[in-house]
């Protein structure tokens, strides 16, 4: 069992790898791999792509790299492999992206990625430190999300957030001066806005819970 933790130069992945590898030893999980490499990719059981920055400069850093992005498509669109899409990874799963310039995602999950506006203006943008989790409908099932609940913390960081079109395919949401989406899922996809390698017991088991998940 491989997972593949896509490298394409968006963020520091350290703190991921380690505690992906760590719940790997926990869980059974097998092996936690790294890599820019598109056969890596092809071989991968689970894969993850995590994402920093802003969401133009993480669309067209994971297109430079020839064959990556078109390794993961056909895994997770052709193949059904389990798929993690974490921050800006997560928001790349949207029809499109709406930071600084019109950015199409890759559509995967209906929606769009916008500005966060909360109703109170004493908020402050970005969205940074931790919130509450909220779960959906979907999220109560989810085998990803087995044993978080409702109140779990969770550490975010960000500007813009995914507005998704069928409120099914949100699974958990935190309030922010309104509702903003925290995870979301379609068939043997799932993201997370906020960091699981960061947000302690929760994102740990969650990242157990995808090691282990056989949609």
Known sequence: MLT?????????LHSAEKAFQRMALEVGGGDVLVSDRPEDVARADRIVLPGDGAFPACRKALGSYGGLFEAIEEAVTLRARPFLGICVGMQMMASWGREYQDTRGFDWISGEVLRITPADPALKVPHMG??????????????VLAGISTGDHAYFVHSYHFRV??????LAHVDYGGPITAIVGRGTMVG?????????????RLIGNFLRWKP
């Open 4 to 12: 593949v933790l896509v490298d394409y130069d968006s963020g520091n």
């Open 130 to 143: 931790w919130n509450d989790l909220v779960l959906d409908a979907g999220g109560a099932a989810h085998p």
């Open 165 to 170: 079109e069928n409120p099914a395919e949100r």
């Open 192 to 204: 997370t806005q906020f960091h699981p390698e960061k947000s302690q017991a929760t994102g740990l």
